[in-house]
């Protein structure tokens, strides 16, 4: 069993079918620790199934999130309560403490290693990795949001040039604001949310259009300064925090498009088989989620119960009755974001009525699982 790509979907899945006997083998391009673009917001629906990989959560006094705060370009707000919540942590604390478990539980995994290529014939997987070629009989694209291997395997959201058109940029930053709230702060082009994570941090994570930055010189503190800061609310917040990272970490080219979950045999778990728009705040949860679905079908496929397209055709199956209108519905509320119009609109409108709001949010997230 081979997994490429070692973020919350590849770790995850690793563990459990570490834990159910099988000898893994896990693909990260990165050392542990490290930082990556994420908003570090996860819902309590995921909190059990953490518990579970072996995550002590109860003991590393992370913030508990159950309010939402929203402004419009020009500074209007709306205020609601979360209907589960959930809890902060960066990735950087997160993934290197699966990384850990993964190991402990007899994962092999390999850092620092980049996967070029793979090929399936006779039954088996090939895959062709910078520290060598190794046999597979199951092979899972965990790898996030893009990879070279979407451009070798032609997929096809990566021809849908209409969506590949955002920037993602994130701080870690020191501020005195409510540890138990979310914030979501509107600015022409983009949004940026705000939150608590573990020690005295908050993370501040933003989405934009390329546009935005091309705009601008390709400069962030421009684009800052010119763009972000026009809305009131953002501009007092990006002014008062003290930052913690010499630069910030980005990611570019962020598709939205809809993607397929098997790509030549190979499932497709997390941010690669399908992203959630980050205002939902369900990233994360569905990466976890989408590993237990993935890891039913495997072991059910190895432990020799069904045949390999059973297998494929069950995790697509499942993936899309749990996802497909949650990453739907994320799209819509996506178009009232960004835009100065429909963001004051939109809160003009849900503002006496809160429970519409949480009633949106339902309908991005699931069950605890």
Not at 234 to 254: C, F, G, H, M, S
Not at 305 to 310: D, G, K, L, N, T
């Amino acid at each position: 069993m081979a997994v490429i790509g070692g973020g919350l979907a590849g770790l995850s899945l690793s563990i459990q079918l570490a834990k159910k006997g099988f000898r893994v083998c896990l693909f990260e391009k990165e050392n542990y620790p490290f930082h990556k673009v994420c908003g570090e917001y996860i819902s309590m629906e995921s909190w059990d199934f953490l518990v579970r990989l072996g995550l002590p959560l109860d003991e590393l006094d992370l913030p508990k999130i159950h309010q939402l705060y929203i402004t419009s370009p020009n500074g209007e707000s709306i205020l609601c309560d979360l209907p589960m919540g959930g809890f902060g942590i960066s990735r950087y604390k997160l993934d290197a403490s699966l990384a850990v478990i993964a190991r402990d539980e007899g994962v092999d995994l390999f850092e620092n290693c980049k996967v070029y290529d793979t090929h399936f014939e006779d039954n088996h997987h090939r895959v062709q990795s910078s520290m060598g070629l190794f046999k597979a009989r199951v092979v899972c694209a965990c790898y996030g949001k893009k990879s070279n291997l979407d451009v070798k395997w032609k997929r096809l959201f990566m021809k849908d040039d209409r969506e590949q058109n955002y920037v993602g940029v994130k701080y870690h930053v020191r501020a005195t604001l409510p540890e138990h709230q979310i914030a979501l702060h509107n600015f022409a082009g983009g949004y940026c949310g705000f939150s608590k994570i573990e020690g005295e941090r908050y993370c501040l994570c933003y989405l934009t259009v390329s546009q935005n930055l091309k705009n601008n010189a390709q400069s962030i503190p421009a684009m800052e300064e010119k763009i972000l800061k026009e809305n009131p609310a953002l501009r007092k917040l990006l002014n008062e925090v003290v930052v913690l990272y010499d630069q910030p970490v980005t990611i570019a080219q962020i598709s939205f498009s809809k993607k397929t979950q098997i790509e030549n045999h190979i499932l497709c778990v997390g941010d690669a088989a399908g992203m959630i728009t980050p205002l939902c705040g369900n990233g994360m949860s569905m990466a976890l989620h989408a590993s237990q679905i993935a890891a039913e079908s495997i072991q059910a496929f190895l432990d020799t119960r069904i045949s390999r397209e059973e297998m494929e055709r069950t995790y697509q199956k499942n993936w899309n009755r749990q996802f497909a209108k949650r990453l739907k519905t994320g799209r819509v509320i996506q178009r009232f974001f960004g835009k100065k119009f429909w963001s004051v609109w939109f809160i003009r409108v849900m503002k006496p009525f809160p429970f519409l709001v949480r009633a949106l949010i339902r309908k991005t997230h699931g069950d605890r699982f």
